[in-house]
């Protein structure tokens, strides 16, 4: 019958070098590889223009996404079709401010990306309550109509809508 063993090997701790050395950002990594290093600065200008998009329209632009800009012609990806069509509409104000912002912005294109997710954050429902003295007088106005066939909806609403106020099942 073999025992667990109860050996654990020694690890090394981080070294004194290690712990002096800071943590990299993006930026160093892509600084570090003359490949990607020839990336940063389109990828710094396309994340700069995608603020300067945010900020002239920030309700549509947290759907959307610069995808290039190369030319004078700026490229936008949006999820679907309605936001694209939303956009479409803006795009005149988009051109004009960005060019007063210094972008060389001759045309503006849009292209749907319909694989790309976009969540519509839930609305926030209210619940409505009634006092407790409106419960009772629409309880007593139910007691107080008489039985027939033209009230017998209106008395079913009644007694439904003082059931739901009053937590009777």
Same mark, same amino acid.
């Given at each position: 019958?073999?025992?667990?063993s109860? @050996?654990?090997?020694?690890r090394?701790?981080?070294?004194a070098a290690? &712990?002096?050395? +800071?943590p $990299?950002?993006?930026?160093? @990594?892509?600084?570090?590889?003359?490949? /990607?290093?020839? &990336? &940063?600065p389109?990828?710094? $200008?396309m994340?700069?223009?995608? +603020?300067?998009? #945010?900020?002239?329209?920030? %309700?549509? @632009?947290?759907?959307c996404?610069v /995808?290039? @800009?190369?030319?004078?012609?700026?490229?936008?990806? /949006?999820?679907?079709? #309605?936001l %694209?069509? +939303?956009l +479409?509409?803006?795009?005149?104000?988009?051109?004009?401010?960005?060019?007063?912002d210094?972008?060389?912005?001759? %045309?503006? $294109?849009?292209?749907?990306?319909v694989?790309?997710?976009?969540?519509?954050?839930?609305?926030e $429902?209210?619940?409505?309550t009634?006092?407790?003295? %409106?419960?009772?007088s629409?309880?007593e106005?139910?007691?107080?109509l008489e039985?027939?066939k033209?009230?017998?909806a209106?008395?079913?609403a &009644?007694?439904?809508?003082?059931?739901r106020?009053t937590g009777i099942?």
């Amino acid at each position: 019958m073999k025992y667990p063993s109860t @050996f654990t090997p020694y690890r090394r701790g981080p070294s004194a070098a290690q &712990l002096k050395r +800071k943590p $990299r950002d993006a930026t160093d @990594f892509l600084q570090s590889d003359n490949a /990607m290093a020839s &990336l &940063l600065p389109a990828i710094t $200008r396309m994340s700069a223009l995608q +603020k300067s998009c #945010a900020a002239i329209l920030p %309700a549509i @632009f947290k759907s959307c996404d610069v /995808m290039n @800009f190369e030319g004078g012609q700026l490229v936008l990806s /949006m999820p679907n079709a #309605a936001l %694209a069509a +939303k956009l +479409k509409q803006q795009l005149p104000k988009l051109q004009e401010r960005l060019l007063k912002d210094g972008w060389q912005v001759n %045309a503006i $294109r849009i292209k749907v990306q319909v694989g790309k997710s976009y969540v519509v954050p839930p609305v926030e $429902r209210r619940v409505l309550t009634l006092p407790n003295l %409106a419960v009772a007088s629409f309880a007593e106005l139910n007691d107080a109509l008489e039985d027939s066939k033209q009230n017998q909806a209106l008395k079913a609403a &009644l007694v439904n809508m003082v059931r739901r106020n009053t937590g009777i099942k």
